[in-house]
């Protein structure tokens, strides 16, 4: 079954942004509807749902978008009616991408806090500056629903006092309002802030460098606009929780851009994958904190394929010595999310045994009931290895031993000058010992994993593999050298 997308924007031209991040991620067509009114839903879901069938419901995702805020509202409401058992599909609703810029905005928010041993958003003071438009108004909601006291603020107070309404109405959440119009107004409704959220239109200044600096409560402040000049003055769009005057950490547009990409790409990913399902901000917010949780155990997600006429998946996660237990829970949630139908992890100097007893890994497998399997590397394949990165590597610890021996003396200018080649030999060692791993060590895991794969009569196999960012980035240019399809990489 083709996976397909349907794209339901509000918009005369629905935007490429989505179309081409949903190609990325593996649907195999998109179809886009645009100027969709709320009245054409109900036919248009119902349509596709008959078409395909219970099965082929399952293989259907429809993307809610477009500008006009309100009117994409009613169509997701309308898409949702439309459905009903067991013709159920998937639903994306991101509005321009709204929900899940606001979602990273405030996971983003989130991390700064905590990084910084400030607490999270519970009882803090918020102020949305020009919050009035769909991200200001999406992240209300979502650092409303984390217990923080919202204030937005608009060039009319009247403005924002019918959006709160509305909003209060449909979330039971209440947002204070402000007026932002002068600089005056403005300094008013942040000067008590914890954090101050810029999301006001793109290229219009409305926090300047001398009212920042007199913010005495502020702790955390993040812009969404990425055209200069920003929102808030002396942010730059990569900042990434920089302390950008004393005690004040600033996220710029593109930290929160860069989480909002990955978290769209794993909701599309996982709306792709399952059968049904509401794929709503509340589930990006889920996702971008995921997200960020997950960085200590970086995790990349390859698709393989093909691999004579089968997929194989590689979900990619960083090994640690002792895994902690957010480490370990991290993984059980990723066992959840992909149901793998097999692990993969270096066996090592390790014996059979000692590796199923002792790896804190496999314990976790076994505990989860997957299958883990050892890939060992061949003593030839350890034997060339050695061969290539031992000559150099004597040549080299000899070097250095003797810029010790030499330092010991007081011979100073002989040291340096052998420091400078030792150096450049374990530079160089360096060099060879990871190419050999690359060519040698990686091929030969590359090979068990896909010969491992080759055992399940099914037509897509998800491996979690455990190692380390030499294997990843050695599996990758060697899949890619073999002309191996390699997706996310
Ligand atoms: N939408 C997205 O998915 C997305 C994604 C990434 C980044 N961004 C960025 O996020 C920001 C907000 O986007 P958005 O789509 O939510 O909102 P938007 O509609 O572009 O603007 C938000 C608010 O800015 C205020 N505003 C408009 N013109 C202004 C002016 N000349 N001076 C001062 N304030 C003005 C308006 O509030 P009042 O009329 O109430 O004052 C408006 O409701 C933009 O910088 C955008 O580039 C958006």
């Keep these: 079954m083709k996976d397909i997308m349907l794209l339901l924007d509000t918009d005369k031209h629905p935007t490429p942004f ?68 067991p013709f159920e599909l998937s639903v994306i609703f991101d509005p321009r991408g709204g929900h899940t810029t606001s979602s990273s905005l405030v996971a983003k928010i989130e991390e700064a806090l905590s990084d910084n041993g400030l607490g999270d958003l519970g009882g803090k003071n918020v102020t949305i500056l020009a919050g009035t438009g769909q991200v200001g108004q999406l992240a209300a909601i979502i650092c409303s629903s984390r217990g923080a006291k919202v204030t937005i603020t608009s060039r009319k107070a009247s403005k924002a006092k019918d959006i709160v309404k509305r909003i209060e109405d449909e979330t039971g959440f209440k947002i204070h309002t402000a007026q932002g119009a002068t600089s005056e107004e403005v300094y008013e409704a942040i000067k008590d802030a914890d954090v101050v959220i810029s999301t006001g239109k793109a290229g219009v200044e409305l926090v300047p460098m001398e009212m920042l600096q007199k913010l005495e409560k502020c702790k955390v402040v993040a812009d969404v606009n990425a055209v200069p000049p920003l929102g808030i003055a002396g942010l730059d769009v990569r900042d990434d929780k920089r302390e950008i005057v004393p005690g004040v950490y600033g996220i710029g547009a593109l930290a929160t851009g860069d989480l909002k990409y990955k978290t769209e790409t794993r909701i599309l990913n996982e709306a792709r994958k399952s059968k049904s399902g509401i794929f709503d901000y509340k589930f990006a917010f889920e996702k971008a904190k995921e997200l960020l949780k997950k960085k200590a155990s970086a995790r990349e997600v390859l698709e393989f394929e093909p691999l004579e006429g089968k997929k194989l998946t590689v979900v990619f996660v960083q090994k640690v010595a002792k895994p902690s237990e957010e480490e370990a829970d991290y993984l059980k949630s990723l066992i959840k999310e992909y149901d793998p139908d097999f692990a993969a992890e270096e066996m090592g100097n390790r014996s059979i045994d000692d590796f199923y007893k002792k790896d804190p890994y ?36 000899r070097l250095t031993e003797t810029y010790e021996e030499l330092t010991s003396l007081s011979d100073k200018k002989n040291a340096e000058y052998v420091k400078a080649y030792a150096d450049s030999l374990q530079a160089e060692y360096g060099e060879v010992k990871e190419h050999a791993e690359i060519t040698v060590k990686n091929s030969w895991m590359v090979k068990g994993v896909l010969d491992y794969s080759k055992e399940f009569s099914k037509d897509e196999i ?16 060697l899949l890619k050298s073999m002309e191996v399809g390699v997706k996310g990489a």
């Excluded at 099965?55 to 805020?69: L, M, N, P, Q």
């Excluded at 394949?381 to 000559?391: L, M, P, R």
């Design 18 to 85: 989505d179309i081409l991040m949903a190609y990325d991620s593996g649907f195999d067509a998109i179809i886009p509807y645009e100027e969709v009114e709320p009245t054409d839903v109900m036919d248009i879901v119902q349509d596709a749902m008959f078409s395909r069938g219970v099965r082929g419901s399952g293989s259907t995702t429809i993307f809610v978008g477009g500008t006009d805020v309100e009117k994409s509202r009613d169509i997701f409401q309308q898409a949702k009616k439309a459905m009903f058992p």
């Design 362 to 397: 496999a314990r976790i497998f076994q505990d989860a009931g997957i299958l883990i399997y050892p890939v060992d590397i061949s003593e030839y394949a350890k034997t060339s290895i050695s061969a290539i990165v031992d000559e150099k590597k004597r040549l080299a610890d």
């Design 462 to 477: 998800v491996c979690l593999f455990i190692g380390g960012i030499a294997h990843w980035n050695g599996m990758v240019e």
